[in-house]
């Protein structure tokens, strides 16, 4: 561990600046704190070149003095971890946690100041910092106006910027921009860069907890400060007592593979809170959704109405005989009619419409193995869904339901909530009254062995380490754009995505459609602007322990071919490794099922995307166990594949693969390969 003492190392005026570093156990990472000029500050360095200049460390309170100006390196204490703990489900099962800490303590006398620590992480993929603030005189009772942390990145006029504006509309449903650093201006994280010197780096947050969710607002050209979502009052957090902000993250990697294969963010999250979780089950689903974006069905009663009794015994069925584990029905509630976008005051999250029978539906969900998956839609008006809450929990539990969808579609900024003396209020989806609205869901949920996957969400931080029934979220452009967005999710969507949002955690984007021509093909339609093959692909690339086989069963039955892959492909694995790709460019990905019975735990899976261009790849299979042979079945594009007119030419192959193999992927524009590596 190369940790120094407090040193010192600079002389400014009259006063002698304190510092001290940590490092990364390769070496490879170092961070210096100082308190020069009597300002906490931290840069950081990668490879013995410099990655954050001299950046800022500070709060500024409504009430009290800001912990910034006048505060000196008072202590420190250090640490280092080398360790191990295992998901009940994830990407991998095994999550390696190897750290230097050191926690700085830095006081200003008073009457005008206080104490806090600033407590820094060193990973070999990256760094993360918090503030810890103890109770203390003056402080007890804080409202925080501004954060001061900085991010300033060194030799930013030649970096390259992946972003989606933030405290926008639209929530995090953006199509992402490429450009030079000095564009993106207020952006949400993920936030992934590429520095002059080809240093990835991105920066996040981790286990966001009764705090209002980080953007980033470039001040000075390169200088991105930490900027608080506010309350409707303009607060932007409230605090009594003792309490410690969510961590900054920091990725940094040679490669941008790097960042997908780096864990900091679940290590810094807190373990497992909830105990036994084995109620949480990773698996594959279909539902009554897809035929309400493309019209043919109503989330509303009346003649096309999606959510009937019949139609989910049908969806039941084909889940049944296609081992599917669950159907998800939308519009089964009262509250549908009209226009529901502005219903929330009216939802009912316990009345079904007349023609759905839940408690038939669970019988017969029951005989044939498959469960409801369970749907509450709020329209942003979370007071209304809090109030009947218990209750909806309670039917789902005595329904058989063990996932629930929440929705929370609302402008951003439009969350509706009733304060205490009945006033309606509008906050934001990542202000800290939702932060600690959409956790209450997931732990009331909990006390019912019920697993959340939110849609309009807060940004993924990590907290599904701590509360494992948080199994998806969604915080993303999904499929349901390629139904009538505008435009569609381009080609790059896929790549893009794999190296921004896809560091935070699981998305439930929704693959697997098969029909691309429900609008007719070409480039200026809303559809999948994919072939064939990257959708089978996305089970592989996109993540998330819950898959849904998104299209209509008719269009699944009409490519059994193509279909088998879905039926294979797992959603829990023993380890997955992203093999290469650029941001926005391609990826590669491959994994490997998790052992859950004799059966089961042999298996390699790889998926491979590209954006418009076509792309031939070179992937070596060394990942693949020594000394075994593997029946490699291959979905790939066709020869003459290409996603504007011919999405559809799909060729599958077998043939048998060693570790001391390579595979040649073809991928088509916007194409794509998957790949069963079955164990012989």
Known sequence: ?????????????????????????????????????????????????????????????????????????????????????????????????????????????????????????????GVGFRYELPKQANYDDVEITKELTEFAITDSSDATAWWIPARGWNRYEYVYNTTPLHKAALVHTPFTLKNKEGVHISIHEAALVDYA???????????????????????????????????RTIQIGDEAVDLINSDIILNLNEPNKLGDVSWVKPGKYVGIWWGMHINENTWGSGKIHGATTANT??????????????????????????????????????????????????????????????????????????NQMEGAFELYEKSNVSQVKTGYVADGGNIKRIDENGIVRKEWHDGQFMVNEYLYNVKLAAKHKISINTHEPVKDTGLRRTYPNWIAREGARGQEFNAWGTPPNPPEHIPMLAFTRMLAGPMDFTPGIFDMSFNGLGADTNRPQTTLAKQLALYVVMYSPIQMAADLPRNYLAKPDAFQFIQDVPTDWQQSIALQGEVGDYVVFARKERKRDQYSGNDWYLGA??????????????????????????????????????????????????????????????????IRFKAI
């Open 1 to 125: 561990m190369r940790l120094t003492a407090l040193m010192l190392a600079a002389f400014s005026g009259t006063c002698l600046a304190q510092t001290t570093t940590v490092s990364s156990p390769d070496g490879q990472i170092k961070v210096t704190i100082s308190d020069e000029q009597h300002t906490p500050s931290y840069e950081i360095s990668f490879a013995g070149k410099q990655v954050i200049a001299n950046s800022a460390l500070g709060l500024v309170f409504k009430q009290q003095p800001a912990m910034s100006e006048g505060y000196k390196i008072s202590g420190q204490t250090t640490d280092s971890v080398k360790s191990s703990w295992e998901q009940p489900w994830g990407e991998r099962q095994t999550v390696v946690d190897n750290h230097n800490e050191v926690a700085v303590t830095f006081k200003k006398p008073q009457p005008q100041g206080g104490t806090f620590t600033v407590r820094f992480r060193a990973f070999n993929d």
């Open 213 to 247: 969710g980080m953007v980033l607002n470039q001040r000075r050209d390169g200088t991105f400060q930490a900027d608080l979502t506010p309350w409707s009052d303009g607060v932007a957090v409230k605090k009594h007592g003792a309490f410690n902000t969510p961590w």
């Open 313 to 386: 015994k049908y969806y039941m069925d084909f889940a049944a005989k296609y081992g599917f584990d669950g159907v998800l029905v939308e519009g089964w509630n009262i509250g549908w009619d009209g226009d529901w976008f502005y219903n929330g005051d009216v939802f009912s999250f316990t009345q079904p419409y007349d023609d759905f029978d839940i408690e038939e539906l669970t019988r017969y969900g029951k005989e044939k193995g498959v469960q409801l998956i369970g749907h509450h839609e709020t329209s942003g008006n979370v007071t209304n869904y809090r």
């Open 609 to 674: 995307v590209t954006d418009e261009k076509a792309r031939t790849l070179e992937v070596k299979l060394d990942f693949l166990d020594k000394g075994k042979k593997f029946e490699a079945q291959i979905y790939r594009d066709g020869d003459k594949a290409e996603w504007v007119n011919n999405p559809y030419d799909l060729k599958v192959e077998k043939r048998i693969v060693t570790a001391d193999d390579k595979l040649t992927l073809k991928l088509a524009t916007s194409g794509g390969t998957a």
